[in-house]
């Protein structure tokens, strides 16, 4: 395996080093075959996704298929821009002169990918790796296997295969993948296996990103539109991925008096959107296997939130499905409160004042994103100034993610660097400065032997 993986590993190199992927037209080809493949699969992607997570199909359009093909269309765009030289200052240290910074490519990039937005998460980071210029080996999740496999046929039937590769596999593949030397890992998934990327890539100093998860807080207030507050933290729980998402709200405070009222708002709106019967919703995702079924199920039986369950709780073993579920008042020390949730429990902690709750999201890890639904704007900016996580989004949830002018990436436990939009060709680029000088304006006082008068100039 270890030497298949430094064959494939080399095979890439010798790629990078012909120049072909370095070439605008290069670039623009792979990105008009990925909008392709992504129009005329559509069928067969939205089905793996099915296969994968009974991803709805309206899901799998919007937050996957959609997604991969703006990116690819935004680089489309832009590239020619991107990939220009960067005019930069310069000063009377250098005189006469001019400076640039030139975005070249690294090389040989390796994405690792995790299994819940399978295709998305995927393919944006090789449309980063491609749009910079590079070579690419994708590894996507084998917990998804019917899109792993899809993407695997899909690459090498319309991609470049002697630039763009898909490895399949699970521990023993990634871990021969690691061994080799890349240029730059983006890596996607938890923070356990993320300190096993790390800690390969140190070995040859190769840069990371590291897009991991975390348990992303909402902060309710008591002055909001609760029916909108309601509806749009019901769209990144249940309606992305059933709440199987590294951004999905995790956990809400609000206040104690407060609670009852969004626990009414939040039931209200989740009839409507999934009627009473929620486990026979096709607009839910399943949960992903029955390991994950199992790790929830066990959140929800710890004795710590017994009588807890204020909303939902119906589960479907066999057909591995939870129905949306709230709790109310979980204790700090629960299971649910100490590991991210990563499916459709949505416990509720109360404070006594709403300001409490900036003490209560920095007493733990930095978060991927977090929420606050108000209309306070002292309350905004103390938030704003004071919450450290990979993003914020105020009166929303999940949707800073679909700004491409906005990077997207964690901080501390919640993971390192960040891609989309420009952010992705500059993740998978090296900034190269190079000053031009001409031999005119030559000045001697740089140059041995050291007078005391050079030292004074
Ligand atoms: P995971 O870490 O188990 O798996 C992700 C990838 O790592 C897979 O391709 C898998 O094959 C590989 N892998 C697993 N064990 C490995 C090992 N020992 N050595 C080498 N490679 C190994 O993660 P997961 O359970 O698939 O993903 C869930 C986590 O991902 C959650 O924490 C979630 O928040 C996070 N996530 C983050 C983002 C983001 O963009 N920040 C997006 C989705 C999910």
Redesign the pocket.
Known sequence: MALEAAELVAGLRATFGSGKTKSYEWRVSQLKAIVKLADERQKDIIGALRSDLNKPEFESYAHEISGVKKSCNLALKELHWWMTPEKAKTSSTTFPSSAEIVSEPLGVILV??????PFL?SLDPVVGAISAGNTVVL?????APATSSLLSELLGEYMDSSAVKVVE???P???AL?EQKWDKIL????????R??LA?AAKHLTPVIL????KCPVVVDTNVNLEVAARRIIAGKWSSNNGQ???APDYVITTKAFAPKLVDALTSELEKFYGKEPLKSQDLSRIVNSSHFNRLTKLMDDEKVSGKIVHGGQCDKTNLRIAPTILLDVPEDSLIMNE?I?GPLLPIITVNKIEDSINVINAREKP?AAYLFTNDKKLKEEFIGSISA?GLCINDTTLHLAESSLP???VGE??MGSYHGKFSFDAFSHKKAVLRRSFAGDISARYPPYTTRKLQL
């Open positions: 690792i990918s995790t299994w819940n937005y998460l590894k996507p999740s084998e917990i596999g699970a521990v593949e990634t871990t690691l890596y996607t998934g938890s923070c356990e296996v993320g096993i990327i390969a897009e991991l998860g975390g998402t590294c951004v991210e990563f991927l990979g997207f990436g964690g919640s993971g």
